[in-house]
Structures are given as structure tokens and as C-alpha cells.
């Protein structure tokens, strides 16, 4: 963070800081700064070791092994594992379904799910969207039929971020076809090793399989693994951004970029001429990081925070872009896949073009942008 942090916030950042330097392994952080994939026990691993000091579930209360950071402290730690290239771990298990069953679960669904989702033995990944039904989501039509203490679960979720790892799906399902849209919809905790779940993977432009379409026949789900009442799965879906909406300005992951993007400037020749752009977009940076801090510091003072995290998306993820693009500009034919370790070409680069190619799905996921426009238009300018 920059500016300057109170001598309890600094003594904090110095903390993570140090236990990074111990405890993250080397080849690991490597893998991550050149945007080389990280394996599901590599990433596990590193779960299990912060979950040691308390903090694999930054946005967790204590009560349920989460360390009871302020915003702020969330920010500093967000940005010194960044920095450091660590794993970046599911924002499906820490930030999604696990407050969700927080908040909305019962005991023994507390007892069941909470620990091996915190430790991330168990790997969860999101069915909301469906071949027709993506920023419309309340027109979602996999169905959910009781039958006795089970329901029958049939369907297809799409866009389903990997599925093709993860142990259980947290799945919105129209329950009740004749209400209105957002009043029919429960919330369902599905084991992905259920009879009747078929996954087929769905590969990006950039080669890479990122996502999954999840087909549901006549699946059996007890009634015991939906989480909060019947028909009342919009309101625990809309609860899972919470504070982490304050979290999408990726000024942590910005700066990681620009790190890489000065790498670069200094890797690749005659790339140093760029330096003027990396300045432009340390300036976009440094205002989205202020607006950014405004808020957090806000919310940790108790105020309601509105629409604003809209604009912290829509400029976080075309900040990400913009590093992208100047960052295939340095690279340039350097980031061509090369035939093997003799070849004299800065390593830095190798996995710029898939990284740039990958950060495309920012305008989409989450909330396109386009939606993004019209909340901000809408709600911050009351148009
Ligand atoms: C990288 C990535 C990961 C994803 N992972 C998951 C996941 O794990 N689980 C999951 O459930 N889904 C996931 N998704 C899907 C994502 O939630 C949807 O793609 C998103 O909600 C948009 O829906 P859609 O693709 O159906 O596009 P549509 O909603 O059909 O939109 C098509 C176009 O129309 C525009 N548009 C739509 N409505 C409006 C409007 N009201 N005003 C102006 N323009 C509008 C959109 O901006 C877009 O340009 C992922 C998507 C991406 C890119």
C-alpha cells in the first residue's frame, strides 16, 4: 500500500512479509510470477500452510478460523502476497460459498462443509450461469422437483470455472416455476461425485480449458443441502459479494502487473522505451488504489458503501487490459512459444500472450461491463 500506513499497519505488512519470505516455496512463486499454471495441490498446500497461522480465509470471523481482519488489513495482506507472487486461492471456497454457509448454513452443515473448504481440501466451483441466462440470471431454468427428503435436479449450468477440479458445486435452481423469477430460485450444495452430473470442459481462445459445461440428470440432492430457506436463494446468492465487492478494483493484481510490466522494460531489448506508458498507467494506478483505500476505509468505519464498487470494476479490469497490452507491446515476438531452455529469450515473457488473452474475460465475468455502465448510470449518477 502506498502513502502511509499507521505503525500498527505497517508492523502488520511486515509480518505477512516475513512469512512469506519463510514460508512460500520458491518454485512455487516463480510458476506464478511467469503466469505458468499452479496444480490444485500446489495451491492446496499453500491453503493448509496459512490456514496454520490463521489466515487461509482473510474475509472469515475468527469463530470460524478466519483471522477477524479490518478491510484494510485485508488490502495489506491482498497486496503483499501479490507482490510476492503467491498462489491465489479459490474466490470460490474463501469468498463465496464459504460466508454464505457462514451466514446461512445450519450446524451440521457448518460442521460438514466449513473446515475442508477453509483448508481447501474440498474444492467448490459456482453453477449460476446457464446457456440463456447470464447477466438475466434470474431467468435460470435448471430445476430442482421434491421428491420426499430429496430434490430431483435436472439441467445444464454453463461457464462453470473449474469444474473439472472441484469436489462440490454451489448451484441456483428454480424451485418454484409459476413465481416471479427472483422468487422461485433456492440455493443447492451439490456433491459433484453424485450420479447424473456429466462435466464437459470448454476451452478459452487462449488454448487454456477454463471453464466447464455441467449437465444435471435426474440428480438426486437432499433436501438437508440447501442453504437457507426454499425459493429464497436470490437473497443468499445477492449476500455472497458482501464486503467483497469493495475487492473487485484488483489494485493488488494491478500492481503485480506493473511489476511485470517494468520487468519487461528492463528484459526485452529496446522495450525500455516504453517506460512513458508504464508511468501513464502507474498514474491510473495510483487513482484507482486512492478511490479504492476511500472506500475500505470507509466500510471499516461502519459507512454503507452503494453502487461504487461498480466503478472499481469496470476500472480495475480495464487497468489489468491496458498492463496487458503494453505488456505484449514490450514482449513483443518474445512472448512466441519457444523450442526448449537453450533458447536466449527472457523468460519473463513466455506466458504474456495467454495471460493478456485470458484477462479478456474480465469485461465478462462478474458483470460485464455494459452492466456495469448501467448500474453506475443508474445508482452513482442518477441518470
Ligand atoms: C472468465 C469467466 C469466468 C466465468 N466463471 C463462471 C463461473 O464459474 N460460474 C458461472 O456461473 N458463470 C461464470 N461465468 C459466466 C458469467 O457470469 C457470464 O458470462 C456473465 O454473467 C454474462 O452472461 P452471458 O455470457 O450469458 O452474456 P449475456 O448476458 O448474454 O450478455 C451478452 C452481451 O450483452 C450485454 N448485455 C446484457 N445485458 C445488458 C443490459 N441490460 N444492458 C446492456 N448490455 C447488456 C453484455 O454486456 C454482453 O456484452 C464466467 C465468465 C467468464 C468470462
Redesign the pocket.
Known amino acids: 500500500m502506498r502513502g502511509s500506513l499507521s505503525e500498527a499497519q505497517a508492523a502488520f505488512r511486515d509480518e505477512v512479509r516475513a512469512f512469506l519470505e519463510a514460508e512460500l516455496d520458491p518454485q512455487v512463486s516463480e510458476k506464478v510470477r511467469r503466469g505458468a499454471p499452479v496444480s490444485r495441490s500446489e495451491a492446496a498446500l499453500w491453503a493448509k500452510k496459512l490456514d496454520v497461522r490463521g489466515w487461509a480465509a482473510p474475509s472469515w470471523p475468527r469463530e470460524y478460523g478466519g483471522p477477524g481482519w479490518s478491510l484494510i488489513e485485508r488490502h495489506i495482506f491482498d497486496e503483499e502476497c501479490r507482490a510476492a507472487h503467491a498462489p491465489v486461492l479459490s474466490g ?1 471456497n474463501y469468498n463465496m460459498v464459504g460466508p454464505a454457509i457462514i451466514r446461512y448454513g445450519n450446524d451440521a452443515q457448518k460442521r460438514e462443509h466449513l473446515e475442508p473448504t477453509r483448508t481447501s481440501e474440498r474444492f467448490w ?13 434470474a431467468t435460470l431454468r435448471m430445476q430442482a422437483r421434491r421428491d420426499g427428503d430429496d430434490y430431483i435436479v435436472s439441467g445444464q ?7 473439472e477440479d472441484a469436489d462440490w458445486i454451489f448451484c441456483l435452481v428454480r424451485t418454484d416455476a409459476d413465481a416471479k423469477p427472483q422468487r422461485g430460485i433456492s440455493f443447492l450444495l451439490i456433491d459433484l461425485k453424485s450420479p447424473g452430473v456429466r462435466r464437459k470442459p470448454l476451452y ?1 481462445f487462449n488454448g487454456k480449458m ?2 466447464n459445461e455441467v449437465f444435471f440428470d435426474e440428480v438426486r440432492v437432499p433436501v438437508a443441502n440447501r442453504l437457507g430457506e426454499e425459493n429464497q436463494g436470490w437473497t443468499v446468492a445477492k449476500s455472497l459479494l458482501g464486503d467483497e465487492r469493495l475487492f473487485v478494483s484488483r489494485v493488488a493484481e494491478n500492481k503485480r502487473c506493473l511489476g511485470l510490466v517494468r520487468q519487461a522494460l528492463e528484459d526485452v531489448p529496446r522495450a525500455h522505451e516504453l517506460v512513458d506508458k508504464a508511468h501513464a498507467l502507474d498514474v491510473r494506478l495510483r487513482a484507482l488504489e486512492a478511490t479504492s483505500l476511500r472506500l475500505l476505509t470507509e466500510a471499516d468505519a461502519g459507512g454503507q458503501v452503494g453502487a461504487e464498487p461498480s466503478m472499481l470494476k469496470l476500472l480495475g479490469s480495464q487497468l489489468v487490459q491496458a498492463m496487458d497490452v503494453l505488456l505484449l507491446e514490450a514482449a513483443a515476438h518474445w512472448s512466441l512459444p519457444s523450442d526448449g531452455e537453450g533458447y536466449p529469450g527472457p523468460r519473463s515473457t513466455e506466458y504474456v500472450a495467454s495471460g493478456a488473452y ?1 484477462h ?12 456495469q ?2 448500474i453506475i448510470a443508474q445508482q452513482v449518477l442518477g441518470l
Open positions: 470460490m466451483c459456482q453453477g449460476y450461469s446457464e446457456p440463456q441466462a447470464g447477466s438475466d440470471l449450468k454453463t461457464w462453470t470455472t473449474g469444474a478459452a477454463l471453464w485470458h479478456r474475460g474480465y469485461t465478462i465475468a462478474g458483470g460485464t461491463s455494459e452492466v455502465h448501467n
